[in-house]
Antibody, heavy 114, light 106 residues
């Protein structure tokens, strides 16, 4: 089994930045592709980004491309999401998930508001 | 991007009922289709992967079927804990789009 714990969410002003973390345990993290998925309050799920096990291949949803950066530190078993130029539309619970979407964290809430 | 359309958007049923949720892809995705259940306030839970494979630990009353563009999730004999939103997701190509969800209500 894999355990995932997100952190780093909070209140940020429009145009601001935030960096989310996802700490993994229980498996060989550096072999796992990982995803970020978000869910705006009362809305459905939206896939945000993915990264391969070595960190050399990344993909983004169009709505975050150029603003968000996914990365990982395999020595620390941690996945990251650097979010810049945030807008109200980025307000959501952000989840990390493993390659097959079979393990998810509990999520961390990001609120973009002045 | 591949669009995923679920129907119905909401569904009322009773304990013991059999229900079916459908998901249609805007192009052929083979069997690259997941189904999730999301209990309020919690992360999505993977129920079905590869269109019809039951995820470990998921009760056998959940069944997935379909290929190409049309897929179904069937829940036989609804239990109280099954009343929740359900989402389909295609993993055929990026971005891995989700359906808009089906809210299964009592």
């Amino acid at each position: 089994d894999v355990q995932l714990v997100e952190s780093g969410g909070g209140l940020v002003q429009p145009g601001g930045s935030l960096k989310l973390s996802c700490a993994a345990s229980g498996s060989t993290f550096n072999n796992l592709w990982m995803h970020w998925v978000r869910q705006a309050p009362g809305k459905g799920l939206m896939w945000v980004s993915r990264i391969n096990g070595g960190g050399s291949s990344t993909t983004y949803a169009d709505s975050v491309k150029g603003r968000f950066t996914i990365s990982r530190d395999n020595a620390k078993n941690t996945l990251y999401l650097q979010m810049n130029s945030l807008t109200a539309d980025d307000t959501a619970v952000y989840y990390c998930a493993t390659v097959g979407f079979d393990y998810w964290g509990r999520g961390t809430l990001v609120t973009v508001s002045s | 991007d591949i669009q995923m359309t679920q129907s119905p958007s909401s569904l009322s049923a009773s304990v013991g009922d059999k229900v079916t949720i459908t998901c249609r892809a805007s192009q052929n995705i083979g069997i690259s289709l997941n189904w999730f259940q999301q209990t309020p306030g919690k992360a999505p839970k993977l129920l079905i992967y590869a269109a019809s494979s039951l995820q470990g630990g998921v009760p056998s009353r959940f069944t997935g079927s379909g290929s190409g563009t049309d897929f179904t999730l069937t829940i036989s004999s609804l239990q109280p804990e099954d009343f929740a939103p359900y989402y389909c997701q295609q993993t055929f190509s990026n971005p891995y789009t989700f359906g808009q969800g089906t809210n299964l209500e009592i």
